[in-house]
């Protein structure tokens, strides 16, 4: 069984500050992790993947990702936050007998503030 | 390449009624995959289909809902005797193969209210 915990389900940044948004997960095998945003009544998009390799991943928008098995964590930053990252953000995990299911976090919501 | 696309995005339904929920996944995709987001929840998976065959519905109500995938056409999912318990976005994900975490990729959703 896997599952996705989500520290958060708000946070509240100024524009230009940090964004660090924390995600730990549960796996029984290597996981594969996944962050994803969501801006309003719109899908999915997928931000970046961590699958094997290099664990510091860099996605789109200026965000990036670390993997760190030993904490079983996977938390996403972005050195300055923008008005537009005020979205929604989810962490996913997947493996490779799961079919390429992914079970999601409960997410957390961004606010920039000007 | 067009993406993932749902129709419709929004959907009303009186209780009783039956929704069908379309999903046309991306050119070359094989695999879709339909998710749930209640209000105020993430996303919980539903069902994951090839063509022509249900692979796992293992996250879908036992009574009521339905998926499929046929050999032409979009991919519909089906909710019977719709309940006011059936409110959600409906999303459908489609990706080209499984394994080596190949990420699937979003419609935009179908947002069903049940009056």
């Known amino acids: 069984a896997q599952s996705v915990t989500q520290l958060g389900s708000h946070v509240s940044v100024s524009e230009g500050a940090l964004v660090l948004l924390r995600c730990n997960y549960s796996?029984?095998?290597?996981?594969?992790l996944f962050w994803y945003v969501q801006y309003p009544n719109q899908g999915l998009q997928l931000l970046l993947k961590y699958t094997t390799g290099a664990t510091l991943v860099k996605g789109i928008n200026g965000f990036e990702a670390e993997f760190k098995k030993s904490e079983t964590s996977f938390h996403l930053t972005k050195p300055s936050a923008h008005m537009s990252d005020a979205a929604e953000y989810f962490c996913a995990v997947t493996r490779e007998a799961a079919g390429n299911k992914l079970t999601f976090g409960g997410g957390t919501r961004v606010l920039v503030k000007p | 390449n067009a993406g993932v696309m749902q129709n419709p995005r929004h959907l009303v339904r009186r209780r009783g009624q039956e929704a069908r929920l379309r999903c046309s996944p991306m050119?070359?995709?094989?695999?879709v995959y339909w998710y749930r987001q209640l209000p105020e929840e993430g996303l919980k998976f539903m069902v994951y289909l090839q063509k022509e065959n249900i692979i796992d519905e293992s996250g879908m109500p036992k009574e009521r809902f339905s998926a499929e995938f046929p050999k032409e056409g979009p991919s519909i999912l089906r909710i019977q005797q719709v309940v006011r318990g059936d409110s959600a976005a409906y999303f459908c994900?489609?990706?080209?193969?499984?394994?080596?975490?190949?990420?699937?990729?979003f419609g935009d959703g179908t947002r069903l209210s049940i009056l």
């Open positions: 994900a489609s990706s080209p193969s499984v394994g080596s975490g190949q990420p699937q990729h």
């Open positions: 796996s029984s095998v290597p996981p594969y």
């Open positions: 050119k070359g995709h094989s695999h």
